[in-house]
């Protein structure tokens, strides 16, 4: 007997973490064995900052891609109190970079050169909204003082609105959104604010993380929230509204720095992104909903076409293994030694 099966435009990742280095030997093939385009984040050390750098970064990408295969990384510039307004343009004259990433100094990882004050890049933002270039945010406030579990609803009240308030015509996309008061905020604004949800938070809430033991490979940022928050996600994510897509915010780390005394905010899910989004949407009785968010509502967002390529996938456990060469060390992959209940069949 045939298993069930999905068949679906190919998908796009509008989040993705690739690393570099001897790491995109792992990260490439995995993200290229599903999705047709990603944006690429540009948290390095150093960070992504200038037309030139994404450029020779986007050329690392490619040479990782097999043979046969087609993937398109889609660059972004990471915001510093350094990026002026002629940067912006020429970004968007160099058609590869397709946003800018806006990393609150010291929010997550490698966001050290961040910006401390958003005033201070205004004219790089007004020229943003100018030409239709989005701003990607990591939506946390910083500082010691703000309760983790708030950091992202203090971050709309105190940022993000007054942001959208200044900057009405401005696209912004709100990254891996965690809270109700997130997707309540998106829904409240008009088509130029959007968000993208992760698998991990779709999946896990603070309990897998915390209860009956830490479980560091489950740690990432914005940090998992409870579990109502986790209902109004995968509400919004089956929802049907364009607002809400696809982005894994898969963010692979070496073993050694995870299971440590002070570890790394990350979770590696790019091997089975697109399996664990089935199984989510499955569970919400919502698999007719998924390729609008998989495949559709974020390359309208962006304004690029559609992909024409097709994915097959079928109700065929996917084995995850223990872990993942990366580098000269590993990466624990979610769901390390367990099964994902859908697998890729075909791309066509
Ligand atoms: O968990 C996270 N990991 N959140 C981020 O915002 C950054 C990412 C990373 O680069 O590791
Ligand atoms: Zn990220």
Redesign the pocket.
């Known amino acids: 007997m045939s298993s069930k099966t999905l068949r679906l435009t190919q998908p796009d990742d509008w989040h993705l973490?690739l690393?570099d280095g001897e790491t995109l030997s792992t990260t490439v093939p995995h993200s290229s064995r599903t999705f047709a385009r990603a944006i690429v984040?540009p948290?390095l050390k150093p960070p992504v900052t200038t037309v030139e750098q994404a450029l020779a970064y986007r050329q690392r990408i490619i040479s990782h891609i097999p043979k046969g295969r087609s993937f398109e990384p889609l660059m972004t510039l990471y915001l510093t109190d350094k990026l002026d307004a002629e940067e912006v343009q020429r970004a968007y004259d160099e058609q590869c970079v397709h946003a800018i990433k806006f990393?609150p100094a010291g929010?997550?990882?490698?966001?050290e050169s961040g910006v401390a004050e958003l005033e201070c890049v205004y004219p790089a933002i007004e020229k943003m909204a100018e030409l239709g270039l989005p701003l990607l945010i990591?939506g946390?406030v910083t500082g010691d003082h703000i309760d983790i579990f708030d950091r992202e609803r203090v971050f709309i009240d105190n940022v993000l609105s007054p942001l959208t308030q200044k900057f009405p015509k401005l696209k912004i996309v709100l990254?891996?959104i965690t809270t109700r008061e997130a997707v309540d905020f998106v829904n409240s604004q008009g088509d130029n604010i959007a968000a993208t949800l992760t698998p991990h938070h779709l999946l896990l809430d603070r309990n897998d993380l915390l209860a009956g033991g830490v479980k560091p490979h489950y740690?990432?940022?914005?940090i998992l929230k409870r579990s109502s928050h986790r209902s109004a996600l995968i509400e919004a994510a089956t929802s049907g509204s364009p607002k809400f897509f696809l982005g894994t915010?898969s963010?692979?780390?070496a073993i050694e720095t995870k299971e440590t005394s002070c570890g790394?905010?990350?979770?590696y899910s790019a091997h089975a992104a697109l399996e664990f989004y089935a199984e989510i949407f499955e569970a919400a009785n919502a698999l007719d909903k998924l390729e609008g968010f998989a495949s559709f509502f974020g390359a309208d967002f962006y304004k690029i076409p559609r992909n024409s390529a097709k994915i097959t996938l079928s109700k065929n456990p996917l084995s995850v293994p223990a872990e993942y060469i990366f580098g000269d060390s590993t990466v624990i992959p979610m769901r390390a030694g367990e099964t994902v209940s859908w697998s890729i069949e075909e791309t066509t």
Request: hydrophobic residues 25%.
């Open positions: 973490h690393r984040m948290n990393y929010a997550t990882t490698n966001s990591h946390e990254e891996h740690y990432c940022l914005p915010d963010a692979p780390h790394c905010a990350g979770i």
